[in-house]
């Protein structure tokens, strides 16, 4: 007989609470995981997945969470058993999200007090445990202990029930209690935790989502996204995925998206491991402002996996990704979360999986936002042109050029006049109106552009030797200097100058007139 065992050590517990959840929003992911399979799992059984609701409550007087959810319960006979249980999991080997049976526990690294209660269908019983989240801690910071991990559970944790009436509604609910605060208290600011969810959770598209309908209809060949109604102290409407027709791509530029592509994966037996879709927009540059919608987010079961950047290896350039709006929802069995739900598991499917994407995400997103760059460039140059066109108008309208140099002026501009209207239908279409507006009012300037009149400018009194003299300051000023606006603040200058001489010229000879009379 051998005499050999095992021993697990109290440290497997902060492993899989303490250690495993670097972000403390994870905790709603993994209850919110846990609601929705349970839901799932019994639709097969008959549920009806329409009535399906999930509640949750943030009390930050109390410094509570509560986690509500009105699906089947979990049987009297089966709950201490199943909600003591570590690593291993009922899901395990179905079509179901928890895989490792420690989703449970994540909130204990955050709480003073973790209860579970439920009541299953047609019961009369409600079942209760509690782990008790400071006496967890205060054993794991003894030093030096060597205690069993089934001691440790069975010494923070009780078990209860208690009867109720047995046409009671089901429901699984979670309480996290005098919740610790931990850095900007995240865990209990509504609006943070909504945001959250709608990237992560399973929750449905918005009314005025992007081509929502397109969407649903290409995924609903492979997968239900239909989504389940999260509910946030109390509100009436559910939390929904943050697409809208409009976004800000930065705190003052605004977009839209213009179309969406769908598309599938395949491996190389030709069947489908994933599907998804990108939508596109106007390519101005990276969504500073948009950390809850950018990148291409990868989901398996409808729940998203790690953050924005997990695929940013497939593009030729990792910041495109930045650019980019969309999802990939993973079909295939053999791409597997890892334990923290943080990216897949590196295996050779995985690695598969993402070569094949470069093609189809990567490089076309790259082209996109480099073809939208250059369209950008061509119509920022011809915005300067016209700029520079305006500040020429302005020093002819000065009347202070020579003749010459006027009609050299207006041959230049009629030249540089036919860039902006051969280029415009190129630029892009947030570009297309400005410069199209900015066209027809230098157009309009030129066809109203008066004759020179010596006689009625600054120029007109002064002899033919100065006026000659003046015409080429003038002209050397406008060919020399750095650029027509410098150029024409200096003949501005001139001008007002000359206008001013020119006043008191007419004061004077007016007095001498009055004078003589």
Not at 137 to 150: I, N, W, Y
Not at 169 to 188: C, K, M, T, W
Not at 234 to 239: A, Q
Request: aromatic share 8%.
């Amino acid at each position: 007989m051998s005499d050999f065992c095992v021993f697990v050590g109290k440290e497997i517990l902060r492993l899989v609470t303490t250690a495993m959840y670097d972000d403390p929003l994870n905790i709603y992911r993994e209850y919110i995981q846990n609601a929705v399979d349970s839901i799932d799992d019994a639709v097969l059984n008959g549920y009806n997945k329409n009535n399906a609701e999930i509640h949750i409550n943030l009390n930050s007087s109390e410094r509570s969470i509560t986690i509500y959810d009105n699906g089947p319960g979990m049987p009297a006979k089966k709950f201490s058993g199943n909600m003591k249980m570590i690593g291993w999991s009922e899901k395990n080997g179905t079509s179901l999200r928890g895989l490792w049976g420690i989703g449970r526990l994540a909130g204990l690294a955050y709480c003073k007090q973790l209860i579970f209660r439920t009541k299953a269908q047609g019961e009369d019983i409600v079942s209760r445990i509690h782990w008790d989240g400071q006496k967890f801690r205060e054993l794991l910071s003894v030093p030096h202990q060597q205690t069993d991990l089934s001691e440790i559970v069975e010494r923070i944790i009780t078990t209860s029930s208690e009867s109720v009436d047995r046409e009671l509604p089901s429901f699984f609910e979670v309480q996290i209690n005098q919740v610790v605060r931990h850095g900007n208290d995240a865990l209990l600011n509504k609006k943070i935790v909504s945001e959250y969810l709608a990237q992560v959770a399973p929750v449905p598209f918005h009314v005025d989502a992007p081509f929502r309908e397109q969407i649903k209809e290409f995924l609903a060949l492979h997968i239900d996204v239909s989504g389940y109604p999260i509910h946030i102290n109390g509100e009436s409407e559910p939390i929904y995925k943050p697409h809208r027709n409009e976004f800000f791509y930065s705190p003052k530029h605004q977009d839209r998206f213009s179309d969406v592509e769908c598309f599938e994966v395949k491996s190389r037996d030709n069947k489908p491991v994933a599907v998804g879709w990108i939508l596109h927009h106007s390519y101005l540059g990276t969504l500073k402002n948009c950390p809850t919608l950018r990148g291409i987010r990868v989901r398996s079961g409808n729940m998203q996996i790690g953050n924005e950047h997990l695929l940013s290896s497939i593009f030729p350039e990792e910041r495109f990704n930045n650019w980019s709006i969309g999802e990939i929802h993973i079909l295939d069995p053999m791409l597997r979360p890892n334990g923290q739900r943080s990216n897949l598991e590196d295996t050779p499917a995985f690695r598969d999986f993402k070569s094949r994407l470069v093609p189809i995400v990567g490089r076309t997103i790259a082209k996109k936002c480099r073809m939208n760059s250059r369209l950008r460039n061509k119509a920022r140059l011809a915005t300067e042109r016209l700029k520079m066109i305006a500040a020429s108008l302005d020093i002819l309208e000065a009347n202070i050029l020579s003749s010459a140099k006027v009609n050299a002026v207006l041959a230049a501009i009629e030249q540089e006049m036919q860039h902006p209207q051969s280029d415009l239908t190129a630029f892009p279409q947030t570009s297309q109106k400005a410069v199209a507006v900015e066209f027809k009012r230098i157009s309009d300037r030129l066809k109203r552009l008066p004759n020179i009149n010596k006689k009625s400018s600054c120029l007109s009194s002064l002899p033919k030797t100065q006026l000659h003299l003046v015409n080429n300051i003038a002209d050397l000023i406008y060919d020399h200097s750095p650029d027509h606006k410098v150029a024409g603040e200096l003949i501005f200058h001139i001008q007002f100058l000359l206008s001013r001489r020119r006043i008191k010229k007419e004061k004077k000879r007016a007095s001498s007139h009055r004078v003589n009379s």
